[in-house]
């Protein structure tokens, strides 16, 4: 037995799948058979888990027995902001092999390279309940965040409700773009991704730094992983200010009928108004005109974050499951 490193790439055009990636893929895969929500396709792990960027560096280990990955692990090592703070995800092991204390030698491996990195707080996420959850708490993490999936399936969607909900928010103007966004909106994009330094988080987690380049190249990932987006922000009409932001996400095939809320957020200025409500609506049925054949949409909250639950259980969304994100201090 063996945990060898896994290749990294710079840019997402040069990312190959080995077969120690391809092994880790499938290690993932299997461990997660139970979960019924949209599976992470073999893309999109290489661009998550095999992509260095401007705001991280990336390191994986694949643990090898006769031949074949057994099981293995990936980091995320920040490099603009929380620079003690290491992400790992995933851990694994395949099914077959567990029992035999592999997981808690991939831990203890892992956890010397967050030191040999000098950094002092790991974080990751499971489901709050199995397998995840108990391998966490034996390993001596502590919840940090507490996170609830909702989905909102639109086969069974009250449309015509969800019209009348719509707000009508005076002195503002809506702007959308399919797919990742153009040079000329980076500037906008990454002002308005800072409002999301003011989404719950860890206590030991420092705001993040969205520079242009950061989200430049997160913009490029996004063909990358085989997937496309829809986007919309509100402006202020009086001066073109960026005011709000929301994205859903899609595997660009159109093959499973899942689409993904990513981040909604209405910079501290311009709050108040039912921006993100409106945001949230515009984008959701200009993505049921354009991709009919999505059937549900799920998103991601801390259960902490009560005005954007309030907004997605108007609009219907019920819970799919929690998950827990978790803290280990070194």
């Known amino acids: 037995m063996r945990i060898e490193p896994i290749a990294i790439a710079d840019r997402p055009d040069d990312l190959v799948e080995d077969e120690l990636s391809a092994g880790l893929y499938t290690a993932y ?4 058979t139970d979960d019924a929500g949209p599976r992470l396709t073999a893309a999109q792990f290489r661009r998550d888990i095999y992509l260095n960027t401007p705001g991280a560096r990336a390191e994986a280990w694949a643990m090898v027995e006769g031949g074949k990955v057994a099981g293995g692990y990936a980091l995320s090592l920040s490099r603009l902001d929380n620079r003690h703070m290491a992400w790992v995800f995933p851990l694994v092991v395949r099914p077959e092999h567990r029992g035999r204390g592999l997981g808690g030698a991939l831990f203890e491996h892992a956890l010397d390279r967050v030191r040999a990195h000098g950094r002092t707080l790991l974080l990751t996420e499971t489901p709050a309940t199995g397998a995840g959850a108990r391998f966490a708490r034996a390993h001596g993490m502590t919840v940090a965040l507490v996170e609830a999936r909702r989905t909102l399936d639109l086969r069974k969607a009250d449309w015509a409700a969800l019209e009348r909900l719509t707000p ?21 994009l990454a002002t308005l991704m800072g409002g999301m330094n003011d989404a ?35 402006r202020r009409d009086s001066d073109g200010a960026p005011a709000g932001y929301t994205r ?5 095939a159109r093959s499973d009928g899942w689409a993904g809320q990513g981040d909604t957020t209405v910079l501290r200025e311009h709050r108040g108004r039912r921006l993100g409500l409106l945001l949230k ?25 009560s005005p954007m639950l309030a907004i997605n259980e108007a609009m219907g969304f ?11 201090t070194l």
């Open 281 to 305: 609506l515009a984008n959701l049925f200009w993505l049921r005109e354009r991709e009919p054949h999505v059937e549900r949409v799920i998103t991601w909250n801390a259960t902490s974050n």
């Open 318 to 328: 019920e819970l799919f499951d929690e998950w827990h994100e978790w803290r280990l």
């Open 200 to 234: 719950p988080r860890d206590g030991g987690v420092e705001a993040a730094d969205f520079s242009v380049e950061r989200l430049r190249v997160r913009e490029e990932r996004i063909p990358a992983g085989g997937q496309t987006c829809y986007t919309t922000i509100a």
């Open 29 to 32: 895969a299997s461990g997660h």
């Open 168 to 188: 009508r928010v005076e002195g503002y103007s809506l702007e959308r773009w399919i797919g990742p966004a153009g040079p000329e909106l980076l500037p906008d």
């Open 248 to 252: 859903i996400v899609l595997d660009a």
